[in-house]
């Protein structure tokens, strides 16, 4: 089992609805949470971090349940731009784990 | 701001040719890394630093060697490229200071072993 598992998608959402995004992740010991965004033929940048309490930036809201192992991203009026491929990540000592990635896009 | 740069940005090799990848960061950090990703693999981690002069396996060593002598620059090595090496490699880097930081990534490099 991968540590870190997502759905790859693609998920094709018209301009303006919201989305949602999942990941599940073995070893309960892991100590942090990412969401990264990567354009195609680009590099990962850091979106988000993911805390217990839930946390918010703007149109992107991410939530950790440390219970039963997932991690979620909440998309709000999806513009365009928002079109990318959105990895989950989990940290644990000195290393960073991806999951391979969930392809959103967004259509007029 | 160049934060982490790669070089080169595009290589084609034969096979049994070796070459050096350089990533340089400027935001003294302490951790740098070596990932390579393929399509539907994700990112694997190849090798890692926790500080000048050491450096650590990660998922996919084999084939690989590292070197750290200076805190801004880690190097990757090919020795002896083979075809499974064609990928798209990145370099990333972070603070050391708490558990599972961040890391900023360079913009790859996309090298062919033909």
């Known amino acids: 089992r991968k540590e870190v598992e997502q759905d790859p998608g693609p998920f094709n959402v018209p301009e303006g609805a919201t989305v949602a995004f999942n990941c599940t992740y073995s070893?309960?010991?892991?100590?942090?949470f990412f969401w990264y965004r990567q354009d195609c033929r680009k590099e990962p940048k850091l979106l988000m971090s993911?805390?217990?309490s839930g946390n918010e930036d703007g149109r992107f809201t991410a939530q950790l349940n440390r219970a039963s192992q997932y991690i979620s991203l909440l998309i709000r009026d999806s513009k365009l731009s928002d079109s990318a491929t959105y990895l989950c990540v989990k940290g644990g000592g000195n290393k960073l784990t991806f999951g391979t990635g969930t392809q959103l896009k967004v259509e007029l | 701001n160049a934060g982490v740069t790669q070089t080169p940005k595009f290589r084609v090799l034969k096979t049994g040719q070796s070459m050096t990848l350089l990533c340089a960061q400027d935001m003294n950090h302490e951790y740098m890394y070596w990932y390579r990703q393929d399509p539907g693999m994700g990112l694997r981690l190849i090798h890692y630093?926790?500080?000048?002069?050491?450096?650590a396996k990660g998922e996919v060593p084999d084939g690989y060697n590292v070197s750290r002598l200076k805190k801004q620059n880690f190097l990757l090595g090919l020795e002896s490229a083979a075809p499974s090496q064609t990928s798209v490699y990145f370099c990333a880097s972070s603070y050391s200071e708490g558990p599972g930081q961040p890391q900023h990534f360079g913009d790859g490099t996309r090298l062919s072993i033909l």
């Open positions: 993911v805390y217990s």
């Open positions: 630093s926790v500080g000048e002069g050491t450096t």
């Open positions: 070893n309960s010991a892991s100590q942090s």
